[in-house]
């Protein structure tokens, strides 16, 4: 019986801040920006802002009307990714195959462990407490048969908590959500499922696959199809073609602060990153679109010598591009970034040479990283890499 934990770390960006500050613990954080900045976002916000109605995506205008008394900051990207490193490494010492897809969540294949490690349950709960001891944060589990379940599983026992779905009770958990709940349809299915009256997934379960394919076409029917049953199901999203993949945000307004900018892209990365996994392609070339206010679009790619492997390496490239192609001080509207000339991961990659440079790149990340571990004022980072100090989520 195969078995996945999916696990998430709780308000991740707040939850560092008030690990490193602990005067803010117990307070309303909100990283994204400060009240006076122009047009800033809530990247995260502690579960003591979210009481008061503050989250994600919110503009920091009107988070502040929301939460005047929050704690407002920018933000530390590169101590949230130094962090999610710790975090990681605690992963690995519980599962033979961790799967990273953000900064702040990962999947765990623990199939076969359980001689070793004990049951499933077992497994979640000492390693809820590893990630507590060793990094002093907290994680929230879902636990089931397939990444699937086990990725919204997490989500319903946020902050702090565990969700183990037993084998043979995932169709019996998926069909008692909402629909808001399907991992993998966004807003302009949603908006399909009020159309159709749909507010359960019991609701969608009850039709036949022919009629899921007649109304959300072939593929996406069959991902409705087996995601309602609990069924192994991979997060779709639509794509022109099956040569290139791309993601893009939407800003409800104007967006002129670096830092806002730069974490959305982190965040574009993330989203190409898991689907190029699941997926099983691979590529070489990257591109990047910005949008300013009056409209006007501008983009470039870039195509380099081996595959992307990394979400760090992609967000490295991207800015890269991003800071060559942004004409400073205008605002921006929308942010997007691609994949092209996607090929299968067996496809023939450039050969020994750079493979051994990857490998000094890698050694080099971890010396750069220690370096900043022991005098964090240094703040060390790859000649390439673009990302402000006061990055944020």
């Known amino acids: 019986m195969s078995y996945f934990i999916h696990a998430d770390l709780d308000a991740f960006y707040a939850s560092v801040e008030q690990l490193d500050h602990p005067e803010y613990c117990g307070q309303p954080v909100i990283v994204g920006g400060l009240p006076g900045d122009r047009r800033s976002v809530v990247s995260t916000a502690s579960y003591e802002a979210r009481k008061f109605g503050v989250h994600s995506a919110m503009p920091v205008a009107q988070a502040y009307k929301l939460c005047p008394q929050g704690i407002y900051l920018r933000g530390n990207m590169n101590r949230y990714r130094e962090k999610s490193a710790e975090v990681m490494a605690v992963f690995a010492d519980f599962a033979p195959d961790v799967r990273q897809i953000s900064v702040d969540e990962a999947f765990l294949d623990i199939t076969g462990t359980e001689k070793l490690l004990g049951p499933p349950a077992h497994v979640g709960a000492r390693l809820k407490e590893a990630v507590r001891e060793k990094t002093g944060l907290t994680v929230s589990l879902g636990l089931a048969s397939n990444?699937?379940?086990?990725?919204?599983?997490?989500g319903m026992s946020k902050p702090d908590g565990m969700s183990v779905i037993a084998p043979g009770e995932e169709d019996r958990f998926m069909r008692a959500l909402p629909v808001g709940k399907i991992w993998g349809a966004g807003n302009k299915t949603q908006e399909q499922f009020r159309q159709y009256g749909f507010k359960t997934c019991e609701d969608i379960h009850r039709l036949s696959l022919e009629n899921l394919r007649s109304i959300f076409g072939s593929a996406f029917g069959l991902f409705l199809y087996r995601a309602v049953r609990?069924?192994?199901?991979?997060?779709f999203e639509d794509e022109r073609g099956?040569?290139?993949?791309?993601?893009?945000?939407?800003?409800p307004y104007d967006l002129y602060d670096a830092f806002t900018i730069e974490t959305t892209l982190f965040e574009i990365c993330e989203t190409l990153m898991f689907r190029l996994l699941n997926q099983s392609w691979q590529s070489r070339t990257v591109s990047i679109k910005i949008r300013y206010e009056d409209f006007s679009t501008e983009s470039a790619r870039e195509t380099f010598p081996r595959p992307v492997g990394t979400i760090d390496e992609l967000f490295d490239h991207l800015s890269v591009l991003f800071h060559r192609k942004y004409k400073s001080g205008r605002g921006v509207r929308l942010i997007g970034a691609g994949l092209l000339n996607l090929e299968t991961e067996n496809a023939p990659r450039q050969g020994e040479l750079f493979d051994t440079v990857n490998e000094k790149e890698r050694n080099l990340e971890k010396y750069i990283l220690e370096i900043n571990k022991k005098f964090p004022n240094a703040a060390l980072r790859r000649g390439r890499s673009m990302m402000a100090d006061d990055g944020e989520e």
């Open 147 to 154: 990444r699937y379940v086990a990725k919204i599983a997490s």
């Open 230 to 235: 609990g069924e192994a199901a991979e997060a």
């Open 242 to 251: 099956t040569h290139s993949m791309s993601a893009e945000r939407t800003f």
